[in-house]
């Protein structure tokens, strides 16, 4: 591995949606995350632990039965050695097993220990189960999607869980290694999606206390109000993108769609419904690929809506690599990028338990200690049940 973060330890906690989503980004940029698999957990989502289960990318793992104690003292030896962990349990439950940030931190005083929750460590709601709608749904976020007088669009669950969660997750780990690194102080990163989803709405909190943004849905210029900033259907029922917001890209757009009238110069927010029912018109005259390649090259900032196969296909997805393929599943390719360490090509998941021996040798056990282990059950390797002295 490869990439600005190598040398860094992390013990992940295995879970599902943002924990994951923040350990595969470190380890893209090349931190060294071992995932610690729970004996015998069982599998919450139906490609966890195979090759298309692209958020346990570029990871090891070990098997460990975390209620025993040989296991425990185990996992603490690990998390002695790591400079962040990464725990998405609800509030006490790492407490009830003994592995609390109070315990670890006296292990390892320099520790960045990073819980990722729905509603945060605290408060009224703090032991609720939820998901990523519910996390946006209390924030505003998600009354302020859709059309009005219906039910607000779902916006998948990149918000909550990937936005406001994972990428909010790894940016608060790394500040924290970052702060121990220079102090020797280790801490808790309380990293809640509740408020990571509210922080990715600051610049509409913004507007609304400048007067410019209202309450009301489809009434403003980035949530579908505007005509200038949103999709058409074109002439063979596929999608158009147009998001020409400044007043020069907008007068290249109507001057290259044949809308060179006065009306499209027009600032009054009243003209709106008419200025999109004569761009819906024109656009619906021919098929979007044709749209497409009459604003090629353009500064009318249209672009078609792809569908996932399509995406493949993008000309400046291939020219940046954005997509890749590893182990015949197409996925997402390691980002941002670096100039001077590069993140290297993924590896595909492991499967739990298939990287034990080898995890517990690098990181300072004793092979005798390992094959202790191995045969009292409680560190599970799937590929060599007990290695030989």
């Known amino acids: 591995m490869s990439g600005p973060l190598t040398g860094l330890k992390i013990v992940e906690m295995v879970g599902i949606g943002p924990g994951p989503f923040a350990a595969m980004m470190m380890a893209d940029l090349g931190a060294e995350v071992i995932r610690i698999h729970p004996i015998n957990a069982r599998s919450d989502i139906p490609t966890m632990n195979t090759p298309a289960d692209v958020l346990a990318r570029n990871r090891k793992s070990v098997a460990i039965d975390i209620k025993s104690s040989a296991g425990k003292d185990t996992l603490l030896r690990l998390i002695a050695k790591a400079d962040g962990m990464i ?42 189960a939820g998901h990523d709608i519910n996390y946006i749904s209390v924030t505003g976020l998600l009354n302020a999607m859709g059309v009005p007088g219906q039910a607000p669009n779902v916006p998948l669950n990149l918000i909550g869980d990937f936005g406001g969660g994972g990428m909010y997750m790894a940016f608060g780990l790394v ?58 259907v074109c002439a063979d ?44 018109g024109t656009l619906a005259r021919k098929t979007r690929d044709e749209w497409v390649a009459l604003f090629d090259s353009s500064d009318g900032c249209v672009s078609p809506v792809l569908d996932w196969n399509e995406a493949q296909s993008h000309p400046q997805i291939i020219a940046r690599q954005t997509l890749i393929d590893v182990a015949g599943v197409v996925q997402p390719a390691p980002g941002p990028r670096f ?39 409680v560190v599970q390797n799937t590929q060599c049940l007990r290695a030989t002295l």
């Not at 121990?180 to 809640?192: F, L, P």
């Not at 509740?194 to 610049?203: E, F, K, P, Q």
């Not at 890209?249 to 009238?261: N, S, T, V």
């Not at 021996?357 to 390992?370: C, R, V, Y």
């Open 175 to 232: 500040s924290a290694m970052l702060n121990a690194a220079r102090t020797g102080r280790g801490q808790v990163v309380d990293a809640a999606m509740i408020d990571g989803a509210a922080l990715l709405t600051a610049m509409i909190w913004g507007f609304r206390a400048g007067g410019v943004w209202s309450d009301e849905r489809q009434d403003n210029f980035l949530d579908g109000g505007a005509w200038y900033y949103g999709t058409y």
């Open 237 to 280: 029922g596929k999608y158009l993108a147009i998001g020409p917001i400044e007043g020069k890209f907008r007068k290249i757009f109507a001057e290259a769609a044949g809308l060179d009238d006065d009306i499209f110069a027009d600032e009054d927010r009243k003209l709106w419904p008419v200025q999109r029912a004569r761009v819906a």
């Open 87 to 128: 725990e998405g349990f609800r509030p006490g439950v790492m407490e009830r097993l003994g592995l609390g940030p109070d315990i670890c931190l006296e292990r390892n005083p320099k520790l960045a220990f990073g819980r990722i929750t729905g509603w945060g460590q605290d408060g009224p709601q703090a032991q609720s």
């Open 339 to 377: 100039s001077e360490t590069p993140a290297t090509m993924p590896t595909p998941p492991e499967k739990p338990g298939a990287n034990s021996t080898e995890i517990l040798a690098d990181w300072g056990f004793e092979q005798q200690e390992i094959n202790a282990l191995i045969d009292n059950g």
